[in-house]
């Protein structure tokens, strides 16, 4: 995942059963009563937020043995053990729990030792970071075909897709809406070259300003968001103090009206996951009541 937010918020940001006989044993049971032995599910660490949400769409919550410290949703979630963080992760903790498959963000997380354990212990890896809204619903599809939960998988794939083919078909692409993304206010951070947000802002036919920064996440100045007069800033804050003390500034700073200065939940905005798409509809419908307020 790519840095969405200030320090604190990066850390945030920064995650079948096949029924058979042995064959040693196939004369056995083909003279027993008793049901065929089953093999147990594959069993799986995640290592971010996004993924967890991403394995329980697919079905696979039962067979997380562990996640990373930021893992809050679904609430199920909460009731496993924490593994590290989206930037460091306990490798000795990871290697006891022997699972069968690692999910993490990128290999940085992993660094090239711990790849190597894994390897040796024979524990497949898995990187998931999304850059288009599409690949959420590919891996929460690659999720089921790994993790043997295909049916669920398949069905809450097919259901992201839905949701983000809808919202493609309802755009406005001669409206464009020029937007600033506050990711913090002090100093002052914004998200500019990230693939996955640009996807998010065009189907909601808006434009980042910072679109074409060098940088992921940069800080930048009071006076050059001033300078580029974006029509609507994008924020996401749970206090609501803190939300009319920022409406008040960009009232004052670059003269918005209230429908201008968009609020979303921070998790499903800079997680990654299904929820993003949620997100993604709601942002949408943010700024087509923008553009129905204008004169």
Request: aromatic share 4%; hydrophobic share 45%.
């Amino acid at each position: 995942m790519p840095a969405f937010a200030t320090t604190s918020r990066l850390r945030r940001l920064l995650a079948a059963m096949a029924g058979a006989c042995l064959l040693a044993a196939k004369a056995a049971c083909a003279s027993s009563q008793a049901a065929p032995a089953r093999a147990e599910p594959p069993t799986v660490v995640s290592l971010a937020p996004h993924i967890t949400e991403i394995l329980f769409a697919a079905g696979a919550g039962d067979q997380l043995l562990a996640v990373d410290s930021a893992s809050d949703f679904p609430p199920d979630a909460l009731t496993l053990p924490r593994i590290g963080d989206a930037l460091r992760v306990n490798p000795e903790r990871l290697l006891q729990l022997k699972p069968d498959q690692v999910w993490a963000w990128q290999s940085g997380q992993i660094g090239p030792e711990l790849t190597r354990q894994l390897q040796q212990a024979g524990i497949g890896l898995t990187l998931a970071a999304p850059v288009r809204l599409d690949d959420i619903p590919a891996l929460v599809r690659q999720a089921g075909l790994e993790l043997d939960t295909r049916d669920q998988a398949e069905r809450a794939a097919a259901a992201l897709e839905n949701q983000i083919a809808a919202l493609r078909q309802d755009r406005h692409p001669g409206d464009a809406v020029t937007a600033f993304l506050e990711i913090g206010h002090e100093p002052l951070y914004t998200l500019a070259r990230d693939p996955l947000t640009q996807d998010v802002l065009d189907t909601c036919d808006a434009r980042n300003i910072y679109a074409g920064h060098a940088a992921v996440a940069p800080t930048i100045s009071l006076e050059d968001v001033l300078h580029k007069k974006p029509q609507v800033v994008i924020m996401a804050y749970r206090d609501p103090a803190m939300l009319r003390e920022r409406h008040r500034f960009w009232e004052k700073h670059l003269g918005l009206a209230p429908q201008a200065l968009l609020n979303l939940d921070p998790d499903a905005l800079y997680r990654p996951g299904p929820r993003l798409i949620d997100a993604t509809h709601e942002l949408c419908e943010q700024l087509d009541h923008y553009r129905a307020s204008r004169p």
